[in-house]
């Protein structure tokens, strides 16, 4: 254990009243050094020979099962292994309020923390702590599913790294397409209603103009809209959520300027060809797109409840038929799937896409999982943590199972074209896939890469429609060589960014719906820049690029 982490355990000792003596002969809590258990791998093959027990915290949704080892993925797994979990779990929705303190009372903590879900201040805060333990030595020695994920790519070991070379939690991984058709290429997809430009005899529009006169051509025949499909309230031309993740609407001005957009919704930065940092909001594309989007509001265009209105008020009046125009990340959630088609990318002075920062890895998340330093065997512990990534396992433990007692199941056992286990998504009917999936699923640390389609698993339905509308809608205008990736900072570098970041996307924000309700002069726009400045948007800028560059020297450029 490094120097500070034993200061800092000393003083969580004395902070919880002595409840923790490090280096005492008599203490009540053990604790891991943090080197690396030497233990032998034969003894780690399962099903162990004699019945072993750890201890896990985990979560589990509201109104669903509450005990881990009544789901039948924990109960399959245990006879799998001959390990016995005793699990401590917490309702998802109280997570965050009761987490901090099981972390901080090492005198309870388990083994392991399965859906940690840790962001990278928590990360290295326990890890400073001394409260959970490096994992690097024991993914190379007791984690072969794992260590066979990272090798083949090799960016999620990278991704999982530290600057001093320290892998802290187990990550969460989901391929669902790669590259620029990465399923998470595109968040805000515009949707355009098919049925209405049928009626009127338009085609789906393809650059800004031509997208305008649509627009125009919904209000001008509202009435007749309204009366052909019996639609009850208003016709609305486009309505969105702005700055709300995949409802923002401003996907559609990836075309101006030099197309980078505003496809960072969170950060409002984009990588260039020449692998530099950038302000996607600073940038001429934005001005004058946000110029474009206020002439569309001005024409009475777009949902005057568009910058106030919540979730379930978006999705009434979708449902209700009355959009022409929305986005999201499925139009399923809001309308009819089979009256809407994806609004292609639109050519202003380009015509260009440009894709969400990290998602050319696809899903992921870093600290999913903890190994904590309470855990007499580490070496067990991961060697069971390990099962979660055997190819079988991970999509039942982000999906769900089979043969369940009730009359849901995600999946039917199968075969592959080889003859092979293969799990089957199963069709669901009127049940909703989200409470199907929370029912049945345990999430916590998995991999599902895209060569186990077809192989271990089929892919899901809903993912399939989306992957091929990015693939034939999106990505062929996906121009850019780079997005931002998914990068480890530092504990002081985290937090700093993500003090700066609070002032600058506030203020990025506040001037998207201003500018698109009431426009802005020039010295407006220049005000902005200097207030952005003033926010030490170039301080934001270097630390991005630090840690960019970081990136590709670690693989190799």
Not at 291 to 304: A, N, S, T, V
Not at 400 to 412: M, N
Request: proline share 4%.
């Amino acid at each position: 254990m490094k120097k500070n982490q034993k200061i800092a355990f000393a003083a969580l000792a004395i902070a919880l009243g002595g409840s923790l003596f490090v280096g005492c002969k008599d203490k009540n809590v053990s604790l891991n050094s943090g080197e690396v258990q030497k233990v032998d791998i034969a003894s780690l093959s399962f099903p162990l020979k004699e019945k072993a027990v750890i201890s896990g915290l985990t979560s589990f949704p509201a109104n669903t099962e509450s005990d881990p080892n009544n789901r039948t993925i924990f109960r399959r797994l245990q006879e799998k292994t001959n390990v016995e979990v005793k699990w401590t779990a917490i309702q998802s929705d109280q997570w965050n309020d009761k987490i901090t303190l099981a972390m901080a009372n090492p005198k309870t903590l388990a083994d392991f923390v399965f859906n940690a879900s840790f962001n990278d201040s928590s990360l290295l805060k326990y890890a400073d702590q001394g409260i959970i333990i490096p994992l690097e030595g024991y993914i190379d020695s007791y984690m072969p599913n794992l260590k066979k994920v990272f090798d083949k790519y090799p960016e999620y070991r990278a991704m999982c790294t530290d600057t001093n070379g320290h892998i802290w939690g187990l990550p969460w991984i989901e391929q669902l397409g790669s590259g620029k058709e990465a399923i998470q290429v595109i968040d805000n997809m515009s949707f355009i209603n098919k049925k209405w430009l049928d009626f009127l005899g338009l085609d789906v529009p393809k650059t800004v103009e031509e997208f305008e006169n649509v627009l125009l051509a919904f209000k001008a025949n509202a009435e007749k809209i309204q009366r052909k499909f019996s639609i009850d309230g208003s016709i609305i031309p486009m309505s969105f959520i702005m700055n709300d993740g995949g409802q923002d609407p401003y996907v559609l001005i990836n075309g101006f300027g030099e197309g980078y957009g505003d496809a960072d919704k969170g950060r409002h930065i984009a990588v260039t060809d020449e692998r530099k940092v950038i302000c996607s909001a600073t940038q001429e594309g934005f001005k004058k797109g946000t110029q474009w989007l206020h002439k569309l509001y001005e024409q009475g265009l777009i949902d005057p409840e568009a910058f106030t209105q919540e979730w379930s008020t978006y999705v009434s009046k979708g449902k209700s038929g009355r959009y022409g125009v929305c986005f999201s990340w499925d139009v399923a959630n809001i309308a009819n799937l089979a009256d809407w088609v994806p609004l292609p990318v639109l050519k202003a002075d380009v015509k260009n896409l440009t894709a969400q920062n990290g998602s050319f890895t696809s899903g992921f998340d870093r600290g999913r999982c903890v190994v904590t330093a309470v855990a007499k065997n580490p070496a067990l512990v991961c060697a069971w943590l390990d099962q979660m990534y055997d190819p079988f396992q991970s999509p039942q433990n982000n999906w769900g199972t089979y043969g369940e007692d009730d009359e849901f199941d995600i999946f039917v056992m199968g075969t592959n074209k080889d003859g092979k286990a293969m799990l089957k998504h199963a069709p669901l009917g009127t049940a909703s896939p989200v409470e199907v999936r929370e029912a049945e699923s345990v999430n916590g640390p998995l991999a599902i890469l895209d060569e186990y389609y077809g192989v271990y698993v089929t892919c899901p339905d809903d993912a399939k429609y989306r992957l091929d509308w990015i693939k034939d809608y999106f990505t062929p205008d996906v121009n850019e060589k780079y997005v931002y990736p998914n990068v480890f900072m530092t504990r002081e570098d985290t937090e700093e960014v993500s003090n700066i970041q609070a002032d600058v996307s506030k203020a990025i924000n506040t001037a998207k719906s201003d500018w698109v309700m009431n426009g802005f002069t020039e010295q407006d726009w220049d005000n902005f820049n200097k207030k952005l400045e003033s926010y030490k948007l170039e301080k934001l800028i270097s630390i991005f690029q630090k840690y960019l560059d970081s990136y590709y020297a670690s693989m190799g450029n």
